[in-house]
Structures are given as structure tokens and as C-alpha cells.
């Protein structure tokens, strides 16, 4: 969603996740040695004094990383014309930018560094044609959530929507987008065959203040799992939606994946 000026912030984005990385390594040696045997992922029951099973979560069961790798698309697939890719850095630039007013973050990204609540697990991938560098490109990401927060963020979307259809500003790292509408867009077909959907057109103005650019973001919800597609075009040309082959596609591997 950025370019290479944005660096700065995606390396305070990479450092907080080493810093969760690292407190979580800690406090999982602290409960082996004192004999705790959570699995800490998020959706699985606990087990109390006795060895009994404690209360599953309320909602449905949330997916570990290696599930969410499984239903996503990987390395080198095609997509229609289109090609799918692993990001360098981990994900995209725009996972650390930010919204003023707050209200609007659910509109510019759902990272755990900039959104709550927090993922248990999530998988990224660029969906781009690698020879047009000025072409359509498509971020893709599967989030699993615990304890219902899926259902929580398409409330916080949902409600964003409404209130920042006037428009709010995206923070970056060293300059700002102004963000002039946010409009309603089409869902996709299999939308049906999900819990829920939104979807939404963005008009924005360039950092320089001279040309209207459009994004389109369009976010699934089945279960505890949401699946978010934000395309973008580096022209002032509407691309009309997030390319519909990339969505179908990316939900067919989920369901299938699913069983």
C-alpha cells in the first residue's frame, strides 16, 4: 500500500514483533517449568487442577498459523494473470500505518501493532502481475481471531464506514494521506456463502495533493476467520473493485482448506 519512503515505520512494525516474539518465548519457559501445559493457541481449552478440560472459549475454535499457510495462496501461484508472493519483510507497509480520527483504523489496517483485537495467527500475500510495476496490486490477508474478536472487527469496520464516509487521514511514517470518501462497493458473489462481508471504495488524494487515486478493501468473516483484500492501482485509474478472480480464488483454497 506504500512505497520504499515508508520504511521507517514498517522497521518500528518489525521491531514490535520481535519484542512480542520475545516476551511470549519468556513467558512460555516460565509455564514449563512451573508445570502449566497450555497450548496458548488461542482456541483450544485450558485444564484445570484436577486434569479436567476447562470451558472452550466462547465462538468458533480460532486457526494456528499452519492452518491459515495451508488455506492461503503460496509463493509463486498463479492466479488467473495474476501471481501470488510472500512479502519480503513479512507484510506490507500500510499493516503500520495508522488513522486520524482513531475511529477510522479499522478502514487502514487490522495489524496487531495499530488495531485491536489482536490476531492469535494471520498469513499475508502479494497478489500482483510481477512485469506491470505501475499495475494492480492486491494485498491478501487471513486473520484468525480468538474469543470472538472476528465478529468484533466487522462491528469496528462496519461502524467506521458509516462514521469516516466524510473522509479521515492516513498517518504514515512521513507524510499523510488525506482520505476523501469512503463509499460502499460491491461484495463478491461467494459473500453469500460467508457470516458476513463489507466492503468499500476509497477515494484519496496523493500525498502531493494534486491527483485523486481510488483503493478498494473488501473483508470476509467465516467463523473466526476474517480474509481482507485491498487492492490499489499506482494511477488515477479505478480499477472498479478488488479483481473478483483473486477473491474467488482465495476463498476456494479457504473452504477447501476448511474441509
Not at 480499477?239 to 474467488?248: H, K, L, N, T
Amino acid at each position: 500500500m506504500g512505497t520504499g519512503m515508508y520504511g521507517a515505520r514498517n522497521l518500528r512494525s518489525r521491531w514490535r514483533r520481535m519484542t512480542v516474539v520475545g516476551i511470549a518465548a519468556a513467558m512460555a519457559l516460565g509455564v514449563s517449568a512451573c508445570g502449566g501445559d497450555e497450548d496458548g493457541s488461542g482456541g483450544s481449552a485450558g485444564a484445570d487442577k484436577d486434569g479436567k478440560a476447562s470451558a472452550e472459549p466462547s465462538g468458533p475454535r480460532s486457526l494456528d498459523e499452519a492452518k491459515l499457510k495451508a488455506a492461503s495462496f503460496t509463493d509463486g501461484e498463479s492466479v488467473g494473470t495474476y501471481t501470488a508472493s510472500e512479502y519480503a519483510l513479512g507484510a506490507p507497509l500500510g499493516d503500520a500505518y495508522s488513522a486520524d480520527p482513531a475511529a477510522c483504523q479499522p478502514l487502514v489496517s487490522l495489524a496487531a501493532e495499530v488495531s485491536d483485537p489482536d490476531p492469535t495467527a494471520q498469513v499475508q500475500r502479494k497478489v500482483d502481475i510481477p512485469a506491470e510495476m505501475l499495475g494492480v496490486g492486491v494485498d491478501v490477508t487471513l486473520r484468525s481471531y480468538g474469543n470472538g474478536g472476528a465478529v468484533t472487527v466487522m462491528k469496528a469496520l462496519a461502524k467506521a464506514g458509516k462514521d469516516c464516509a466524510g473522509g479521515f487521514t492516513e498517518q504514515r511514517a512521513v507524510a499523510r494521506a488525506k482520505y476523501l470518501k469512503v463509499e460502499p462497493a460491491k461484495a463478491p458473489a461467494f459473500a453469500a456463502q460467508a457470516d458476513e462481508s463489507k466492503a468499500y471504495r476509497f477515494t484519496i488524494l496523493d500525498v502531493k495533493g494534486k491527483e485523486k487515486l481510488y483503493e478498494y478493501l473488501t473483508v470476509v468473516r467465516s467463523g473466526s476467520t476474517t480474509l481482507a483484500f485491498r487492492a490499489e492501482i499506482s494511477s488515477a485509474k479505478d480499477i472498479g473493485q478488488v479483481p473478483p478472480e483473486v477473491m474467488a480464488a482465495q476463498w476456494a483454497k479457504f473452504r477447501a482448506a476448511k474441509g
